[in-house]
């Protein structure tokens, strides 16, 4: 396990990034885990196995997981009109008449685009996103142009509010706890959205995330003093709290396209829930799960690819498909998992389904505009921790 312990320390070491974690795993063992650098800059307090940072979109594996439970539980269903459990009509504008279902938002094939904002407030609604005249309509631009309905891949984290308010009106509960009891208490886990149910121990050791630039030093981007945060950490309208959010009315309240704070360790746990190492979904779920849903096609273009970093997609997944875009040189066979890049860190947790062999890792903060990778649509850091963590594993050709 050598070579992702060296590309660590050497991403700290040429301040690509204050601190990280990564961790490899084969079934339910872990076969090697490590850290570098810092948790906190000012304090300079080391980066733990145990610290719990944001993981950006890793986030969206946990919300599909979240929703798959309650598919499994027959109360909801992938392939039904998703208006039915968010309490308003929603429609693709220039198709009206075509229903919008769980499947096609999990697979980011429901024509729905990020516009200038998509954070949840208490006091507001997820409704004024996509309904004319809504407080955060922004003209219509959380719709993607189509020229026919749905199937065209775009990448949204607006759309993963509709699947967590669609959890909260199916399943009785702010997402965030049914987050917690169908997921994370199952796999034995001390993670949660935007801080919910998170221990104060697990607080007392979370990382903050940072961006520098060239030249510069490391600028505070977001999980200031982690310990002293309300858990959950939520925003709200001037004189509102918690305790006035309407349940099932935003979905987008707890993050469940980004908020999750979760450790290597947490999220190498979710990865063997994909691999079926670790027993979650039932087995024919799982196999849905892993089953291609969509996979970019040049001509005629059926999605946007971010620059080549989206080349295929299962059930709320990412598809690794080796090959000359792949990020990993050489990769042997599909992984899935996901990426995640925000507020400076850079992340991934992917797993080989066929040998349940898999890793997870994060830098808790990067440069300002990362070094573009060699050969595909991710950073070079990307890249490298990747290519490290698959040759360490064996998945790759030698």
Not at 93 to 103: A, E, G, L, N
Not at 112 to 121: H, L, N
Not at 126 to 141: D, I, T, Y
Not at 321 to 345: F, S
């Amino acid at each position: 396990m050598k070579r992702l312990a060296e590309t660590l320390g050497a991403v700290v070491a040429r301040r690509e990034a204050p601190g990280g974690a990564a961790i490899l795993f084969s079934g339910q063992e872990i076969l090697w885990s490590g850290t570098a650098g810092v948790r906190d800059v000012p304090a300079a307090s080391p980066l733990l196995l145990t610290s719990k940072a944001r993981v950006a979109s890793i986030s969206k594996v946990a919300t599909a997981l979240t929703l798959l439970k309650l598919v499994e539980a027959g109360q909801i269903d992938l392939d039904r009109d998703i208006s039915d459990l968010l309490g308003f009509k929603l429609r693709h504008p220039k198709f009206p008449d075509s229903p919008i279902t769980p499947r096609m938002i999990l697979c980011h094939t429901a024509g729905i685009r990020d516009g200038e904002t998509y954070r949840g407030v208490v006091g507001e609604a997820l409704e004024g996103f996509f309904v004319p005249g809504g407080k955060n309509w922004n003209e219509g631009k959380h719709w993607a142009d189509l020229a026919q309905p749905f199937g065209f891949f775009t990448y949204s984290n607006l759309a993963m509010g509709l699947l967590a308010q669609a959890c909260e009106n199916a399943g009785g509960d702010r997402f965030d706890r049914l987050a917690q009891k169908l997921v994370f208490t199952p796999l034995g886990i001390d993670c949660g959205f935007n801080w919910s149910g998170i221990s104060n121990q697990a607080a007392g050791e979370a990382a903050t995330l940072y961006r520098r630039k060239a030249d510069g030093d490391w600028e505070f981007q977001v999980d200031g003093a982690p310990s002293t945060l309300p858990r959950p950490n939520i925003a709200t309208e001037p004189g509102l709290g918690l305790s006035d959010y309407a349940l099932g009315s935003n979905g987008l309240l707890f993050s469940p396209q980004g908020g999750l704070r979760a450790s290597v360790a947490d999220l190498a746990r979710i990865g063997m829930a994909l691999s079926g190492a670790m027993a979650l979904l039932e087995p024919a779920m799982r196999a849905l799960v892993l089953t291609p849903q969509w996979t970019y096609r040049a001509d005629p273009k059926n999605g946007g690819t971010s620059g080549g970093a989206f080349q295929g997609f299962g059930l709320g997944v990412h598809r690794l498909i080796p090959g000359e875009r792949c990020p990993v040189a050489g990769l042997k066979a599909e992984m899935v998992g996901h990426y995640g890049e925000a507020y400076g860190l850079l992340a991934g947790l992917w797993v080989d389904p066929a040998s349940t062999r898999g890793f997870a890792w994060f830098i808790t903060g990067s440069l300002y505009g990362p070094a573009p990778g060699q050969r595909s649509g991710v950073y070079r850091v990307e890249e490298e921790m990747m290519q490290a963590a698959a040759a360490d594993l064996g998945l790759v050709d030698s």
